[in-house]
């Protein structure tokens, strides 16, 4: 059996792949799937700013989401800790995936199975 939260997470993973795969079929910079990004790490921070259930994948843009009734704080980003906090949080974030890509190219993650 799979948990109601763990179904939702990979339904979230697999909108985002598919964002990002949409956007950069398309040539331009990936500016909606960093809107998008940055709505996960500040809801990391505990400020939640998207009602992911009026999100429509692939969001062709963030006016989109706006119109969608999607976007819960349209300001969350005018708090002068908010910034920095999220931005702390995205840098641990890419460092931690940068350790796991370090240590499975080198051989040395452990599986569940190997511990």
Avoid at 79 to 89: E, G, I, M, N, Q
Wanted: hydrophobic share 35%; proline share 4%; aromatic share 6%.
């Amino acid at each position: 059996d799979v948990s109601a939260r763990t179904t939702c997470d990979v339904a979230g993973f697999a909108n985002m792949d598919r964002q990002w795969n949409r956007e950069n079929e398309s040539g331009g910079q990936p500016l909606t799937y960093a809107g998008l990004l940055l709505a996960r790490a500040l809801e990391a921070c505990g400020q939640r700013c998207l009602e992911w259930s009026r999100v429509i994948f692939p969001v062709e843009s963030l006016k989109q989401l706006h119109d969608n009734g999607a976007v819960l704080e349209p300001n969350y980003l005018e708090d002068s800790d908010t910034f920095p906090t999220v931005l702390a949080c995205m840098d641990e974030g890419v460092r931690a995936v940068k350790r796991y890509h370090h240590m499975n190219i080198e051989g040395r993650l452990q599986t569940p199975e190997g511990r």
